[in-house]
Nanobody, 124 residues
Framework: QVQLVESGGGLVPAGGSLRLSCAASGRTFSGYNIGWFRQAPGKEREFVAAITRTLGITTYAESVKGRFTISRDSAKNTVYLQMNSLKPEDTAVYYC?????????????????WGQGTQVTVSS
């Protein structure tokens, strides 16, 4: 089992940047593919970004491509989501999650463990 803890959320003006962190305990990230998802009030959870455990291949939602970057630091057992050029529509609770397999990496229901989330609010 793995425990995930997100941090780094906050209030930022439009155009600003934030870096979210997801720290793992219990087991290392090395055995998992990692994804970031978000959920805005009144909306369904949506995929944001993912990185595979072996080759580090990244996948992004179209809405964040070119603005967000997912990366991992194996030594620190931490995954990051660098968010630049933030927009008010990026406001949501952001969650990290892990899954053992690569297929359907954008599908939240396939993920096995989730963090508690961190709030990101972008003011206009």
């Amino acid at each position: 089992q793995v425990q995930l803890v997100e941090s780094g959320g906050g209030l930022v003006p439009a155009g600003g940047s934030l870096r979210l962190s997801c720290a793992a305990s219990g087991r290392t990230f090395s055995g998992y593919n990692i994804g970031w998802f978000r959920q805005a009030p009144g909306k369904e959870r949506e995929f944001v970004a993912a990185i595979t455990r072996t080759l580090g291949i990244t996948t992004y939602a179209e809405s964040v491509k070119g603005r967000f970057t997912i990366s991992r630091d194996s030594a620190k057992n931490t995954v990051y989501l660098q968010m630049n050029s933030l927009k008010p529509e990026d406001t949501a609770v952001y969650y990290c999650a892990v899954k053992s397999t690569v297929p359907r990496i954008t599908i939240g229901d396939d993920y096995e463990y989730w963090g508690q989330g961190t709030q990101v609010t972008v003011s206009s």
